[in-house]
């Protein structure tokens, strides 16, 4: 039997007169220390030290008039927290996703933090800025203790991207993944200088050599896709590739190691590091309606072991993507049930219609959206304009 998870699809087609239960915190200020934890087109996220939660405001354009919709920003996000409850939660299990929360936020602590946060953000990040007076709450999953004088905490974040190879794209047939087609159009839009190494199709294939190939590939080029916290602070990441064999010597100075007989404890190190990683990312958490995985995470863990081992005594060596001009490898040999790898993969293939084929067909069955702007999209339209 494989994955089916139980979702109510029917209550949440109606978003804005669902009623569900959720909390807001009202007047919310941020006391105690803070830290800019990064962001991205939409959002900013700081992550507070007391209660070790995360906070994600919404970010608008500088020039962009918002004069009397905050009321509409609030019901979008009531439709993520909901979304995040009875949604993504079923999806993806309870142990990989946290509760999620509405916060208020007054209109001044609002500026200070824009002030505050101006030396901290990237400069081609500073078109934007909060403005709405909502954000949502979630925990902080860099941190595991409380109390970081006595203990370390390491975390790694992963942004592992479509894991499977969408064949055409606007009507054009393509080799290459969404991800690694998206490379050119950065470095032709600067915002990177060259190609990541990363593919994500070898990361979700399931075949040891290659999902180790692509967390050395992280390694190498970690963009905005890999990014290492040390206490809930950014120790490695796209800007900070210098400091990897201190962060991981102090990682594993005490661990149990999966090899400690050469020479070089630098190679011992990552190569431990890159197993743990790989053990994180196939080991299964079982659901009730999920046939159990534990057998080929067995299989794998061992292969994974066995192809580090021989890699760090120089018999194996250990290859990234290499040259993708000839088209992404869409070969796949399968991923623990459970694991988290495989409950993302099954998140992603559910959008089968893909983006295109969705606005194409929108205009059909609502006649009232056949003209859609960034202010009228399709995640403001409520279920019953469409489908009464």
Known sequence: MGFHPVIDYKAISNWDELQYEFGVSKNFQIHGTWQYRGEGNSNIVLALAEGMRLVRFPKVEIDQNFSGEWDRERKKLKREVI???????????????????????????????????????????????????????????????SNPSTNVDYCVEIKPKQGYLTKTIFGEETHLCTFCLNQFLKIRSSKVSSRSDYCPLNLFSGDPGRMIGALFSLLHTPQNNFRIFRNGELVYGEDLCESLDSILEEWFSSSHKLIDDVTSPQIVNLYNFVFVMCVALLKPEIGANEIDGSQLYAELEGKVREILVLGVKNEVPIVTDGNKNEGCNENSVGLPNGSILSR???????????????????????????????????AVCPGKDCLG
């Open 83 to 145: 979304f995040a409850h009875l949604i993504f939660r079923p999806l993806i299990g309870s142990t990989f996703v946290g509760n999620v929360e509405i916060l208020q936020i007054d209109s001044c602590e609002i500026s200070e933090l824009n002030k505050s946060l101006v030396p901290l953000r990237p400069v081609n990040r500073l078109h934007k800025e909060l403005r709405v007076p909502y954000a949502t709450s979630h925990a902080d999953f860099a941190r595991i203790h």
């Open 344 to 378: 993302i993969l099954y998140v992603q293939k559910l959008g089968k219609w893909g983006s295109e084929n969705i606005y194409n067909l929108y205009p059909k069955i609502c006649p009232r959206h056949s003209i859609l702007s960034k202010s009228n999209s399709l």
